[in-house]
């Protein structure tokens, strides 16, 4: 435990700081997990769901609760899956 003053403060602050991060992990996994979910649905669905992760992705990043660049690389997984998606949704069905 803390004797001084100021470490008694660090100490509060800390856990503060540990419960918003703990909360800000917490909604990533959970846009991701829904980008996930969605890959199965509509395609505009799918859209809406990178939009609001890439927010919540970039936002954790600029107050580095993650690293950037695990941000970026999580967005880039995220738009390559968009991407084929779309591509899937817009060829031409064969006919037999």
Request: net charge positive.
């Amino acid at each position: 435990m803390p004797h001084t003053r100021s470490a008694k403060k660090n100490l509060r602050k800390t856990e503060k700081r540990r419960l918003r991060n703990r909360a800000t992990l917490r909604t990533i996994k959970t846009h991701l997990k829904r980008f996930d979910a969605a890959l199965e649905g509509p395609v505009e669905k799918l859209q809406e769901e990178f939009n609001l992760a890439c927010t919540r992705l970039d936002k954790a990043a600029a107050r580095r609760v993650i690293h950037p660049n695990k941000a970026a690389r999580k967005k880039s997984q995220m738009a390559v899956a968009l991407h084929q998606r779309k591509q899937a949704g817009s060829a031409p069905q064969p006919t037999t």
